[in-house]
């Protein structure tokens, strides 16, 4: 019989498909984006039995009480998402926040060496905003540098209300991936506090945050949900890029067209999207 390991826990897997999945997506050359995963209690102990590490608590960058005690699957530190499935051990880690909510440690992976994510921090005060405004919900927080909407933001004001609009008139179901629309932030210093903390507040109201000339952030209950949801601002992004370079729109989706879709599929889409 084989032997059993972490990787075979579900978590685990769902963790390296993500990654494999993004990274032939495109979205993910070198080491860009990264990925993080909160565990539920049940995962914490299927997991614990292959807890290697306990070393020293090192500082977060960021305080987030809220998710004191909590354990995240994460990805490292200038690591491949092309690698995670090949080495999971050596490219993602799971680590623990400490009680004060502002320190972390690895207690497995990155067995050569390395540290979670410079984008911790952001990871970190998004995941803290979203158990909060979702009861618990939330648990995959996805940084992606998806091309389309990237070059997007050359060229869009970069205004939650515009790129919200653009992006819901590209595909039809898009207002109903995410109804809430998606909010931007102007080009920022990555990897710390400020940006961390300009993400997070856009993720009390949004469930995508565009970061402008760099990628974007979503969130969601599961990997499947998360990937799904960069997959579509995506999808309706390379739509934009083509509509804008064979000249731009002729006609397209209105207003009223929205109103009847809300009403029929039962989403509330924020007036501010509908001038
Ligand atoms: P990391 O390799 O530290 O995860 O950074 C990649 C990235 O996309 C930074 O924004
Ligand atoms: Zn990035």
Redesign the pocket.
């Known amino acids: 019989m084989e032997e059993k390991t972490i990787l075979s826990l579900p978590f685990v897997q769902g963790f390296i498909r993500l990654t494999d999945d993004a990274f032939r997506q495109g979205w993910h050359e070198r ?4 990925l993080s995963y909160r565990l539920t209690p049940e995962e914490v102990s299927q997991a614990k039995p292959y807890f290697t590490q306990d070393g020293d608590f090192c500082p977060i960058g960021a305080s987030t009480p809220n998710l004191a005690g909590e354990y995240f699957m994460v ?1 490292g ?3 491949y998402f092309r690698n995670v499935i090949l080495e999971p051990q050596n490219n993602a880690a799971i680590i623990e926040i400490d009680q004060t909510g502002e320190n972390y440690r690895i207690v497995w992976g990155l067995e050569q060496g390395g540290r979670p ?3 911790l921090p952001s990871h970190l005060m998004n995941h803290s905003v979203k158990k909060e405004v979702t009861n618990g919900a939330h648990r995959v927080i996805l ?1 992606s ?1 998806i091309t389309n909407l990237i070059a997007l933001t050359f060229v869009l004001p970069l205004e939650d209300e515009v790129f919200t609009r653009e992006l819901w008139e590209m595909a039809t179901e898009c207002p109903v991936v995410f109804p809430d629309g998606v909010g931007v932030v102007g080009w920022m210093v ?2 710390g506090h400020d940006i961390a903390v300009a993400t997070s507040e856009l993720m009390k109201k949004y469930d995508v945050a565009v970061w402008a000339h ?2 974007a952030f979503c969130s969601g209950p599961d990997f499947d949900t998360t990937f799904g949801l960069m997959h579509t601002v995506e999808k309706s992004a390379e739509i934009l890029v083509k509509v804008l370079s064979m000249g731009g729109k002729r006609q397209t989706i209105t207003t009223q067209n929205f109103r009847d879709l809300a009403k029929d599929f039962h989403v509330t889409l924020p007036e501010r999207f509908l001038k």
């Open positions: 080491n860009g984006g990264n990805t530190s200038g690591k994510t410079s984008e940084h540098h990555p990897g760099h990628g």
